[in-house]
């Protein structure tokens, strides 16, 4: 059973006191000499700071950053295609140059004439006849890397403009339920 004590009168007092709506504000003496002349006056809409459309952000901040982040990657694995396909275009290069040489080689040592059933003689004329697809996949290589690098590029730089005008709201709890929020231009 609860027995009222002193502590607990004062206790449910001090809850209740916080509990009370605060007192309205008194109301400002004016510095108006005219009041039918005011009445008249036009008022201007209010903008907020940072003009018409500083607060009319409809994109959230957090996926816009995503879309930064996705097209960033696509263009840096564009990027990395590219050069991948360089590298195969200069393999298919060797490919090409390769063969030529061992053949000629093979020539030189059998006298003239190519042995038939040698085994780097065959690999020389698989290689050689291997070099057109590599070439081949390695150019599309870096067409595609190249593509995808451009594209990824003025689609980031759009996206940053976007970002750059678009206004980012934060809150922030406080004490007491209250909370702070920011604005941010990127």
């Known amino acids: ?17 916080a509990s009370e709506p605060p ?7 004016t510095a108006v000499v005219d009041e039918a002349l005011a009445a008249q006056a036009p008022v201007p809409a209010w903008l907020p700071e940072g003009g018409a459309d500083a607060h009319t952000s409809d994109v959230d901040p957090r996926e816009a950053t995503r879309k930064i982040r996705r097209t960033a990657v696509t263009g840096l694995s564009g990027g990395i295609l590219g050069l991948l396909g360089l590298v195969g275009l200069m393999g298919g290069y060797v490919m090409i140059l390769q063969p030529n040489n061992k053949l000629k080689k ?3 040592q059998h006298g003239g004439v190519l042995p038939t059933d040698d085994p780097a003689r065959q690999r020389a004329i698989m290689t050689a006849k291997a070099a057109p697809y590599m070439l081949g996949a390695s150019a599309a290589m870096v067409l595609v890397g190249a593509t995808m690098t451009l594209i990824s590029a003025r689609r980031l730089k759009k996206l940053r403009e976007e970002r750059r005008t678009q206004v980012a709201f934060g ?9 702070f929020s920011a604005e941010v231009r990127f």
């Open 1 to 17: 059973m609860l027995h009222a004590t002193p502590a607990l009168a004062a206790l449910v007092g001090l809850s209740l006191a």
């Open 23 to 29: 007192h309205a504000p008194t109301p400002a003496a």
């Open 106 to 108: 093979l020539k030189e």
């Open 171 to 179: 809150a922030m709890p406080g004490w007491g339920g209250v909370s």
